[in-house]
């Protein structure tokens, strides 16, 4: 994740934020078109050409057509992110932190698509590839977080265990809400992560 720079309402500049808002754009027309044609028929240029621009642009951006949809993957990590820093780190665990966060009408679209991606990662090996690299950079982006809340070295094992487990729950959480939901029936998503961390609080507990 970039880092936040900029005034002192602490967004970030408007140059990294229109970087990141043409991802995101790239990312949600990626998914749209791999929905409708499957992967192996969309190219570069056809995402390029959806998202209004050039194919050198979308190279500078991404390695791969398929690594095209990791800024939709991330979301999540980034709202917790802005969340911990809007709230003033002051909940007393990162589990309950991430409970705490509010999905605005804005962030909508974006768990369609999430949802939608989600669902072609399960027959789309190049997609399901950067569905876990995301979760792999993540769970070290929760190794910080949970360091930085307690004072621990991010490297202590515990740590890592701590990580390693609050990401694997958040990981099956958004893939079982994926499977189940179709955005009028099913679990919402708040629904299905609260039902995922109250299980690692009752093992915990346990």
Known sequence: MAGRSGGATGRPPL???RRAETRMEIAEEAVRLFAAKGVAAVTAEDIASAAG????TLWRYFR???ECVRPLLTTGLELLTDHLRDSGSTHDSLAEAILGIRYDDDTAPRLRALRDLLRLCRDEPGLRAVWLEAHYDAE???AAMIADRT???AGDFAVRVEAGVLNTAMRVAVEDWALR???VT?????ETITRALRMIDVAERG
Not at 53 to 56: A, D, F, M
Not at 186 to 190: D, E, I, K, M, N
């Open 15 to 17: 140059t990294e934020r």
């Open 53 to 56: 621009v050039s194919t050198r």
């Open 64 to 66: 791969s057509k398929e």
């Open 140 to 142: 070290a982006a929760f």
């Open 151 to 153: 004072g621990r070295p």
């Open 181 to 183: 939901s179709d955005g």
């Open 186 to 190: 099913g679990p919402s998503l708040a």
